[in-house]
């Protein structure tokens, strides 16, 4: 009997997952993925996760299962019927997701944000398309730190180890400060490299601010920490 309800529960969370409640999200259906034999992922996490989508004509959709093509920018979503459709980009306004458990139970990076925010218009940053979704780390009237993360696709040179060289996708990820005036600067995640693109009027206020919460700017809960505390001055 226990095996059985045991059994009821794991189908019953399944079929849970494939399921969105009063869904309708305009949207097309997933193609058939092109890259077998290629090395690596097209997708920000490999497992699907969860997600809270706002979309400018259906309103706030929440607990939607998903995975993040980055290769494409495109979000994958399982629709009420449980089929997997891509989200037309020009409705989304944000997305929220949640990393999956298991990178956030196996990671050896500490301060990992269980939640990332996604959105759109920052068609300032050069490379970046006004519908596609970058992650915003932090936003404010002085700074805004957006992250975009990015699968390359490219094909290794030949060499002894590899006689006949493949594609492989090839995991980045590019951090850009914007301040008040709309000045971009691409960043790295490291207090001397942050300090340099802040404003000098603010840099002995950031300093104050790493010094008083002993904060490592190579963490993202750090990260947003500092921002946050930045843009109160």
Do not use: C, H
């Given at each position: 009997m226990k095996k059985l309800l045991i059994l009821v529960c794991i189908l019953t969370s399944h079929s849970t997952f494939g399921q969105i409640t009063n869904l309708n999200m305009n949207g097309v259906p997933a193609r058939i993925t092109p890259y077998t034999g290629v090395e690596g992922?097209?997708?920000?996490?490999?497992?699907?996760?969860?997600?809270?989508?706002?979309?400018?004509?259906?309103?706030?959709?929440?607990?939607?299962?998903?995975?993040f093509n980055i290769y494409d920018n495109e979000l994958e979503v399982i629709n009420e019927a449980g089929n997997t459709i891509y989200l037309t980009k020009?409705?989304?306004?944000?997305?929220?997701?949640?990393?999956?458990?298991?990178?956030?139970?196996?990671?050896?990076?500490?301060?990992?944000?269980?939640?990332?925010?996604?959105?759109?218009?920052?068609?300032?940053?050069?490379?970046?398309?006004?519908?596609?979704?970058?992650?915003?780390?932090?936003?404010?009237?002085?700074?805004?730190?957006?992250?975009?993360?990015?699968?390359?696709?490219v094909t290794p040179p030949k060499n002894s180890y590899a006689p006949t060289a493949g594609r492989m996708f090839v995991f980045e990820e590019s951090f850009y400060l914007i301040d008040e005036r709309e000045n971009v600067t691409n960043v790295r995640n490291r207090a001397n490299v942050i300090l340099k693109a802040i404003n000098p009027a603010d840099q002995d206020k950031a300093k104050q601010i790493i010094k008083d919460g002993k904060l490592d700017l190579g963490r993202e809960d750090h990260l947003v920490r500092f921002f946050t505390e930045l843009n109160k001055s």
């Open positions: 992922s097209p997708y920000l996490f490999e497992d699907w996760s969860r997600a809270n989508i706002g979309l400018t004509n259906a309103g706030i959709k929440e607990n939607v299962a998903y995975k020009e409705y989304v306004e944000f997305v929220e997701l949640e990393r999956p458990s298991l990178i956030l139970a196996n990671a050896q990076q500490q301060g990992l944000l269980p939640r990332l925010m996604f959105k759109k218009g920052f068609e300032i940053v050069n490379g970046i398309g006004p519908n596609d979704l970058v992650n915003v780390l932090a936003e404010g009237k002085k700074y805004t730190l957006i992250r975009r993360f990015y699968s390359d696709l």
